[in-house]
């Protein structure tokens, strides 16, 4: 059974400035700073690119989507997701 651990990034930020153990405990951060961002629910000790392979939400297609440019690269819309504006959830 995989883990999870719940990712936030801020709005305009390329890198996570939280990542926490429970989604509660996520979203109480977030509220009591006011942030602004989105929520990621993400696998532990498997790549994006990998889980969504092995739950049938992605198939490479084409060479260059089994390449390091496109792995390094890849996100999911399949995976769990929350945005934030000022503390509140959208």
């Known amino acids: 059974m995989l883990?999870?651990?719940f990712v936030f990034i801020g709005e305009g930020s390329s890198i996570p400035s939280g990542i926490f153990s429970e989604f509660g405990k996520s979203k109480d951060w977030i509220?009591?700073?006011s942030l602004s961002g989105s929520l990621n629910k993400l696998p532990v000790d498997?790549?994006?690119y990998d889980w969504a392979i092995s739950k049938n939400y992605f198939e490479p297609?084409?060479?260059n989507?089994?390449?390091s440019l496109f792995i390094q690269r890849?996100?999911?819309a399949s995976i769990e997701h929350w945005h934030f504006e000022n503390g509140?959830?959208?």
């Open 31 to 33: 509220r009591k700073n």
């Open 65 to 67: 989507q089994k390449g």
């Open 3 to 5: 883990e999870y651990v």
């Open 61 to 63: 297609k084409r060479d």
């Open 46 to 48: 498997i790549s994006l």
């Open 74 to 76: 890849f996100s999911s």
């Open 88 to 90: 509140m959830e959208k």
